[in-house]
């Protein structure tokens, strides 16, 4: 009997998923409503169109987590990292891209594979058999955003990302900061000191008032702000509101005693939660902002306790429908509730074309392995496919889930690599050979190209 994949949306990761499927062997229908049905980013009826910059990041895949990621679906023989560089401009470092010769590739491409065809609608309502990935992106359908409300819960999906900025902590000052949760509220030690606290004086205060104020922010697109304002204000925004509105919200100094410092109250108080099982990432809380990425670090800097702080991401708010991974797909990517649907690319919280694409290629490959029977061994947690969707599937908060970039902070440590700035060059280059090692052993135990 002849399977056939469905896949809800042909952009960066339903593409990557269709070429992964088709491949292997499987019939894939690949469900796009562009050009019939528009989106107020996307220009054309291309499958893999770019809709904002034309940048797939840092291209070193010794020292950078996406730069990995890049060579990683290289050797998954990824149809975007293939197209990406075909059509590669200069830019130093960075791998950027031609994007309107690229995005006719990846359509041709695909077009042109006996196992792929392309149906042109809209699908409003979530399929009831049959195997389907929904790879509809960050600006999916209204109608097929409702269906998933209604399956998930209006809860566990949201519309917008409001993304607070993302800490190193081993690049967090102790010596300064100290963990409490307020009123050392909690049943176990873990829970009385679940937050991070970094103290202020009131001339610190003031001055940070003043850096939030003047920093140079990003505007917010046509179409964008509708509906956000409710439960996210940027920080900057409530600064605008009042000097001391923040000190009243995510900056109130209440409940909390300077462990470093017990005799000084401090007069402000930022607090920074951890952001993953590891323990590796905190975000600051209650720090969505939509200040440009410069301003943001030059700002957060000034922070005590966060003088030499590393960002695993900058903070920001955007039109953004994603759902809540953490609680709502298994490890093999599938809604929990429905098993015969997957989920890949932006909407599962992963943020940008690449990791897109990668969430595709995974859940491609996970779709054709349970379509023909295979046991698929679970991907390393060590690689930068496996670190990102061991994150989105459980290894982030999912009370606090908001979408992620890959980063070293998801990958688990490496035994006897020294931690701190000073080792940074050598330790991400022992990420990077320990993620290729693992990850081509994973490729040759799974050989899906064979077929
Ligand atoms: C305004 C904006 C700017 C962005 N800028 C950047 C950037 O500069 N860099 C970056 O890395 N990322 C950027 N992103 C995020 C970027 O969109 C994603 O990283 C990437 O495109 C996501 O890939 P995807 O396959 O998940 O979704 P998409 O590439 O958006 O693909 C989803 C596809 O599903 C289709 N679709 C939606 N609903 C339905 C339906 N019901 N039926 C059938 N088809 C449907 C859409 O038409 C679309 O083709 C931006 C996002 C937005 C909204």
């Not at 709502?328 to 098993?339: K, V």
């Not at 990958?411 to 990420?431: E, I, S, T």
Request: net charge negative; with cysteine.
């Amino acid at each position: 009997m002849i399977q056939t994949l469905n896949i809800i949306g042909g952009g960066m990761a339903g593409s990557e998923a269709a070429w992964q499927a088709a491949n292997a062997g499987i019939q894939v229908v690949i469900h796009e409503m562009r050009p019939k049905v528009e989106t107020f980013a996307h220009r054309t009826g291309n499958l893999g169109e770019m809709v904002c910059s034309n940048s797939f990041r840092s291209d070193d895949h010794e020292q950078n987590a996406v730069g990995l990621l890049h060579w990683e679906m290289m050797q998954a023989n990824g149809l975007i990292m293939q197209t990406a560089y075909q059509h590669r401009l200069p830019a130093g470092g960075a791998l950027a891209v031609d994007r309107d010769p690229f995005a006719e590739s990846v359509t041709a491409a695909l077009k042109a594979h006996p196992n792929i065809s392309v149906s042109y609608e809209e699908i409003t309502a979530l399929p009831d058999d049959d195997n389907w990935i929904i790879a509809t992106g960050p600006l999916t359908s209204g109608a097929l955003a409702e269906a998933i409300a209604a399956e998930t819960g209006a809860e566990a999906l949201a519309f917008f990302d409001a993304i607070a900025p993302i800490v190193y902590h081993d690049s967090i000052n102790m010596d300064v900061a100290w963990m409490q949760s307020r009123y050392d509220k909690g049943e176990t030690e873990e829970e009385r000191t679940a937050y991070l606290n970094c103290p202020m004086t009131k001339d610190q205060y003031e001055a940070f008032i003043d850096a939030l104020l003047m920093a140079e922010k990003t505007e917010f697109k046509e179409g964008e702000t509708a509906g956000y304002f409710d439960g996210c204000l940027p920080i900057e925004v409530m600064a605008e509101r009042g000097r001391e509105t923040l000190r009243f919200g995510p900056m109130k100094p209440v409940g909390l005693t300077n462990a470093n410092d017990p005799e000084n109250k401090p007069y402000a108080v930022v607090q920074l939660r951890r952001d993953n099982a590891l323990g590796t990432l905190y975000n600051i809380v209650g720090f969505q902002t939509k200040m440009k990425y410069g301003a943001q670090k030059a700002v957060f800097k000034t922070i005590p306790g966060l003088e030499n702080a590393e960002f695993a991401r900058l903070g920001g708010i955007h039109r953004n429908t994603f759902i809540n991974s953490p609680t709502l797909l298994d490890a093999q990517m599938r809604l929990r509730s429905r098993p015969n649907i997957r989920f890949a690319g932006q909407i599962t919280g992963v943020e940008g074309y690449v990791e897109s694409a990668a969430m595709g290629l995974l859940a491609g490959r996970m779709a054709v392995a349970e379509i023909t029977g295979q046991a698929l061994p679970s991907v390393p947690n060590t690689t930068a496919m496996g670190a990102l969707v061991t994150h989105i599937t459980g290894g982030a908060e999912a009370k606090t889930f908001q979408p992620m970039n890959v980063n070293f902070g998801l990958f688990p440590a490496l035994d006897g690599v020294k931690g701190g700035r000073r080792n940074r060059k050598d330790r991400y280059k022992a990420y990077t050979d320990r993620a290729k090692a693992d990850w081509q052993a994973w490729l040759g135990q799974t050989a899906l190209d064979a077929a």
